[in-house]
């Protein structure tokens, strides 16, 4: 069966500082991959999606990137983080011309101080 | 471009009452639908999805849901809640023949009461 791993699960760091979450999928291949965002009391935000290794999707314009360099491992970085990153990161995959059901992550709570 | 709107932001209800979590939809295009269920600090989990075929959607939970395409409308509804159905609740939509791309709605929570 497949799996989705996120770490960290928590994550407190001060404004400037960078950032490197983790994603990986296990028991499939070529998924797609995305990352979410969610602030507190709100909707998902679409951050990135990638289709395949190398190749990464921005959705909204901000200080945060994506990288996909293996297969079935997706990073969300940040050189300087700002306040309004906080929030609950989610990372989710979904099968590559599949019936678009996507499958989430446990999430990473990061919070800016 | 499509868009999701859940009508109500918080529904409160007592244990064992029947609930209706209300999602509207826009889109020039033809979609699929789908609700997912997030419990506190957890990620989403699938209720159900409406691809084709019947316009009822049964889910997991005893939850179900009915596609209104005259209304665009996918309300979710179950006929009596617990305890343990208290969390947030999105409804989702894609484009038929994207890539996978889905277009959340701000949330419904969910709180039963004893």
């Known amino acids: 069966s497949q799996t989705i791993h996120q770490w960290p699960a928590t994550l407190v760091q001060p404004v400037g500082s960078p950032l490197s979450l983790e994603c990986t999928v296990e028991?499939?291949?070529?998924?797609?991959l995305y990352w979410y965002r969610q602030a507190a009391g709100r909707g998902l935000q679409l951050l990135f999606y990638?289709?395949?290794?190398?190749?990464i999707s921005s959705e909204v314009p901000q200080n945060l990137s994506a990288s996909r360099p293996q297969d079935r491992q997706f990073i969300l970085s940040s050189k300087k983080l700002l306040l309004s990153d906080s929030g609950f990161y989610l990372c989710?995959?979904?099968?590559?011309?599949?019936?678009?059901?996507?499958?989430f992550g446990p999430g990473t709570r990061l919070t800016v101080l | 471009a499509q868009s999701v709107t859940q009508l109500d932001s918080q529904v409160p209800v007592f244990e064992e009452a029947p609930v209706e979590l209300r999602c509207n939809y826009s889109s020039s295009v033809s979609v699929y639908l789908f609700w997912y269920v997030q419990y506190p600090n957890q990620g989403l989990q699938l209720l159900l999805k409406y691809l084709s075929g019947s316009t009822l959607v049964k889910g997991i939970n005893g939850f179900e849901a009915e596609f209104n395409k005259s209304q665009t409308s996918f309300h979710l509804r179950k006929p009596s809640v617990h305890i343990s159905d208290t969390a947030e609740y999105f409804c989702?939509?894609?484009?038929?023949?994207?890539?996978?791309?889905?277009?959340f709605g701000a949330g419904t929570r969910l709180a039963v009461h004893p």
């Open positions: 989702a939509v894609t484009p038929r023949g994207g890539y996978n791309k889905l277009i």
């Open positions: 990638s289709v395949g290794i190398g190749q």
């Open positions: 989710a995959w979904s099968v590559s011309g599949g019936d678009h059901e996507q499958f």
């Open positions: 028991g499939t291949s070529n998924p797609n």
